[in-house]
């Protein structure tokens, strides 16, 4: 089995032995599947394959896991449906005992509804086991449908559901006294005699499905109902997973678990990612005592969550697409990953063949490797070993060109009687020399503005002016020309790796908490507003209120506001976030509520400030314009509320909540949903005839509506609502912990989004043309790179004027 199929990436084995084998699977998006690669020996088999697939696609229901994708004209064939997070019924007996009593009755019925669902659809199962049953947070879901191409028909499946009750009853322990097919005494009267019937040898005796579930549903009311797992369903996908071991690590391991997994991915034959092994010394040479040390914790732990063998090794190739903080770092390092493993590999050899001057690098490896250490790498850091190997391949390279001059000269000098003609052919070639050295820095300094430029977009113009200055090469004409709606940054000065940020709703203040201080900037002038002593405990998240003058503080425990107008810090009150991880804090659009949440443990509250009491306690509510209404999601029993009055809202059953934002006309909402982006009347029903896509994630109504904005851990979109055109679309510093946050300015033309490290890009809307003379309009807009920070992103050549 390869590490893909089709478009699926594969994770760990779900079930297997006989004649299929299921795994876990990831699509390109991340989304979890399980994949089913049945054994077809013949055509005939294929064919029939083909035939239960079409009738298994045609099932819909809820207690069936649906089938999504058949590919059956590939080798292996395999069939892609919905993955039920859960355990198996095999599972839950083994582990907790037989069933007995109204369980066994709320199985019995769950599992027959599932049947005659699928027998209704023209399809049948054809393996039914306790292994085919997965009970979900939802209840008992049937899984597995499609994979045997001949199953013996609707009576072997209603045998096959006798069996099963069986095992639920008894166990898998066949030395207990009493086990019969028949169920024996272990059930009541009424179910012992559908369980015997199901069970007839004779197949034309059985009952059909529909007609164990009709039997069923005359059954007590206490036996009715939902059967849930005997305890809380614990199987995260495997980027919930990997993010999970990712929060455990202290910041100075969680900065280099990027090294670690970009260092066990590479590039095969196509260009596609793919997993490889390294070597412990691979992942550790060159470096300090104490970075050794922790790359060694960092294996450890994610060894034992399951996700990296040994020796090192990612255990799934489907965590590259599973995991989005892994997905986003090999996303910025994928074009440079070929070049660091020739690096890493050329460095190794060189240290191990004692430091030789044949083994360093030199001529077009030398030039891809200084161009990708210098401007390529996003994540990726060059260990000591690494850095010293690169430093002393450029020193050879400079030294061997010095000496090939030298000897020119000499040549020259021999060769040549006039002094004056040797001067001149020692200066053209000379000048020859410096024009090859120019390029090549010119090449460099573009590559190092387009790393910056997600970043630091202004400085990235400086950078891309000073390479054209260096040198007109393509590379640079592509810098200095290239299109960014990005027009001005802003950086917290004393941002540290915990500080906290939150910016105003109209994008003109940010707050910044960092070691117990608060600082308020003007993003405008990027002058500091005010300096104040943040609460004594702890702050997990902040927010600003509507009013663009109080912020929100959630600590451990308790809240606090602070306010910009008298800078004082308030009383504590309400609650807190206790749980580390991810925490976010909101206010309601009226700014009468304060929600916080925590997205790994699933605490959330919301806080009634007129009132000073909790509200929407255990719902998951979106709050409308002036406070006014709400949508309450609660599945089949989500409801608007307005005023006093509450109206069914069942069409936000499987919308998320968290990815949902009222207009401000409040007659609408755009719903970031897993194929688009959609905006919907407060009915349900879609207000546009086609969705907005992608779908990244939080969304924000510009003030009079026409925009929509959505932003990511690592990016920002907007639309225009009128036309339906995407007029921004931006990459933004990325934030381990909390996704960008939007604000837009009252006239619509300037977008400020805060990224992560206290970064705040002022975006112009109004998408300038492109100037004619891209070289003075820079000079103009920004000015050239100051001697301080051309020695920081030139080091190597002289400082020059380059406006």
Known sequence: MTDRLGGYWLGARLDGGGQVVVREAYDESGTRHALGVPCVPDAEARARLAAAAEAAGQVRSLSVARLTAACLDTDPPYLVSEYIEGPTLRQVVCRHGPYAGDDLYRLAAATATALAAVHEAGATHGALTPDKVVLGAEGPRLVGLGLSGDGGGPAADVHAWGRLLVFAAYGPDERLPGVRDDGGERFDRPLRGLVAAALHRDPDRRPSARQLLMSLLDAPQSQQGRLLPPEPVDDPPLGARAEAVHARLSPAEQALVPDVFLRLVGVDAEGADTVVSAGLDELVAGRAG???????????????????????????????????????????ERAGLAVHRELARAARQWEAGGRREAQLLQGEPLDRALAWAAGGRRRLTLSAGEQTFLDEALAHARRRARERARKRRTAVAGLLSVALVAVLLALWQRGAADGRLAETMSRVAASRAESL???????????????????????????????????????????????????????????????????????????????????????????????????????????????????????????????????????????????????????????????????????????????????????????????????????????????????????????????????????????????????????????????????????????????????????????????????????????????????????????????????????????????????????????????
């Open 290 to 332: 104490d970075e050794t040390a922790a790359i060694e914790r960092v294996l450890a732990a994610y060894r034992e969550a399951g996700l990296i063998e040994e020796p090192p090794r990612i255990a799934h190739a489907a965590l590259l697409r599973a995991w989005p903080r892994l997905r986003e770092w090999l996303d910025g």
């Open 453 to 803: 430029r997600v970043a630091d977009p202004v400085t990235a113009w400086r950078l891309a002016l000073a390479a054209w200055r260096l040198a007109p090469t393509p590379e640079a004409r592509r810098a200095l020309t290239a299109y960014d709606p990005a027009v001005a940054v802003f950086a917290d000065p004393h941002a540290g790796p915990r500080a906290l940020h939150a910016i105003t709703a109209d994008g003109a203040t940010l707050a910044a908490l960092d070691e117990g201080t608060l600082r308020l900037y003007d993003l405008a002038t990027g002058r500091t507003l005010a300096t104040a002593p943040g609460p004594a405990q702890s702050v997990r998240a902040m927010a600003w209120a509507p009013d663009n003058r109080t912020l929100a503080l959630v600590g451990v425990d308790r809240s606090y506001l602070y306010d910009l107008r008298t800078g004082v810090m308030g009383r504590p009150f309400g609650r807190g976030l206790g749980a580390p991880g991810e925490q976010s804090a909101w206010f309601s659009p009226g700014g009468r509520l304060l929600f916080a949440a925590a997205r790994q443990s699933g605490e959330r509250w919301a806080w009634d400030l007129r009132a000073r009491r909790a509200a929407y306690v255990g719902e998951y509510a979106v709050i409308g314009p002036g406070d006014r209404l709400a949508l309450v999601f609660d599945g089949k029993r989500s409801q608007l509320r307005r005023g006093g009055r509450a109206t069914p809202a069942p069409w936000l059953e499987r919308m998320p909540w968290e990815y949902t934002t009222f207009a401000p006309d409040g007659v609408r909402v755009a719903i970031a949903e897993e194929t688009g982006i959609q905006i919907y009347g407060l009915d349900g029903v879609p207000t546009h005839n086609s969705r907005y896509r992608p779908s990244p994630g939080r969304l924000r109504f510009s003030w009079d509506g026409r925009l929509l904005i959505s932003t990511d851990s690592d990016r920002v979109r907007v639309w225009r609502l009128d036309h339906g055109t995407q007029i921004a679309d931006r990459r933004v510093l990325a934030s381990a912990d909390r996704p960008a946050e939007a604000a837009i300015s009252a006239d619509g033309r300037w977008l400020r989004v805060l990224a992560g490290r206290g970064t705040v890009l002022t975006i112009d809307l109004a998408a300038p043309a492109a100037p004619a003379r891209p070289d003075a309009w820079v000079c103009e807009r920004y000015g050239p790179l100051s001697p301080a920070e051309w020695r920081r992103h030139l080091p190597e050549v002289p400082y020059r004027e380059t406006c």
